[in-house]
């Protein structure tokens, strides 16, 4: 089966120009697009990068390949992904879309052809894609930000000076987020937008780290230092508990306890399947009400009891030795 690596390698060597189209978005985008970034530097691949806008393709000519970020934009959760691919199908040039989850959307998959080439990201979305009848080859492969490089959060908070009341409150947020790591507390990062679950409509904006850490998605300076922010901020905090995906990916490279949270469908849970749940890489990577997971959990709570019950028996016998007469111990 052919892989994202695998494509990129033949696109280096191809000889044809190459184009790449960054996920708009927020920091949580800016993960998948800095993996790209990362994984063409590592692969040799060189491209022009796309940064008009999502419906941008001037400077494309025929025949060339246009690289389409990953992400979960083509759902019925969004319409922006639809027309994104009504807008990219027309040309005469081959389409490649990194890692997706795709969800419904079947109008604007039709519009893939044969010479285009789809990943996706987990196993729901490669059954949709068939089932779907779409045109364009398909393949499975892990989410991009799997590729980025995670000393990127060493590169620390890169913060521009505050000049808008905005900017004050964002850097009171981090502020806050920095008190709260050195204090031990868990990082909660919610979804505040329309993924987010029924559970979680009240929770508020500043809580939404995705958001929070956005410095802008159009270019690679711009995902940068959106990417080296979030991580920043997640590497602060011992554990984290979530139900914004690339978050809990950041965590997870960064060898983070994160507990996943279901956001409005099933891409969170797909993802986790697919590339975390069994990879021993990601042991410290659970999902909420996971049988799995709370399986381990059960184990881990009946040997710290039998442990403790152990320690109380041995504390038992101590006393009734020394109630024997028997040396006492010194404390």
């Known amino acids: 089966m052919t892989t994202v690596i695998d494509a990129l390698t033949t696109a280096r060597d191809s000889g044809r120009r190459v184009h790449y189209r960054p996920e708009l978005g ?12 990362h994984l063409a530097d590592r692969l040799g691949l060189t491209y022009r990068e796309i940064t008009g ?6 400077g494309v000519l025929p025949g060339d390949l246009v690289i389409c970020a990953g992400g979960g934009s083509i759902s019925s959760v969004w319409d922006i ?8 199908t027309r040309g005469d040039h081959d389409l490649l879309l990194l890692p997706q989850t795709i969800e419904g959307q079947e109008e604007a998959l039709s519009l ?7 990943f996706v990201r987990e196993r729901r979305s490669l059954a949709h894609a068939v089932a779907t009848g779409v045109k364009a080859r398909i393949m499975l492969d892990h989410d991009m930000a ?7 959060a060493r590169k620390g908070m890169l913060l521009r000076p505050p000049a808008r009341p905005d900017d004050l409150r964002r850097a009171a947020a981090f502020a806050r987020h920095r008190a709260r790591g050195l204090a031990g507390e868990t990082l909660e990062a919610w979804r505040t937008d329309d993924e987010r679950s029924d559970a979680a409509r009240t929770r508020r904006r500043r809580d939404d780290l995705s958001l929070l ?22 590497s602060w905090y011992r554990q984290v508990r979530t139900d914004r995906l690339h978050i809990g990916i950041a965590a997870a490279l960064l060898g ?30 659970t999902y909420e009400n996971d049988p799995q997971t709370l399986a381990a959990v059960s184990a881990q709570a ?10 109380l028996a041995a504390t038992a016998a101590g006393e009734t030795e020394d109630h024997d007469g028997s040396e006492r111990r010194a404390w």
Do not use: C, Q, W
Request: aromatic share 8%; proline share 5%.
């Open 302 to 311: 009946a040997a710290a009891a039998a442990a403790a019950t152990a320690g």
């Open 81 to 88: 992904g639809a027309r994104t691919l009504e807008a990219l």
């Open 256 to 285: 983070k306890p994160v507990t996943l949270s279901p956001g409005s469908y099933h891409k969170i849970r797909s993802v986790y399947e697919f590339s975390m749940k069994n990879d021993p890489r990601f042991a410290h990577v």
């Open 26 to 37: 927020n920091a949580g985008d800016a993960l998948i697009n800095v993996g790209f970034y």
């Open 112 to 118: 893939l052809r044969p010479r285009d080439l789809l």
């Open 213 to 234: 850490a956005d410095r802008g998605t159009l270019d690679r300076a711009s995902n940068e230092r959106s990417a080296a922010l979030l991580m920043s901020v997640v």
């Open 146 to 152: 799997f590729h980025l490089d995670p000393t990127l």
């Open 53 to 58: 806008g999502r419906f941008d393709l001037d």
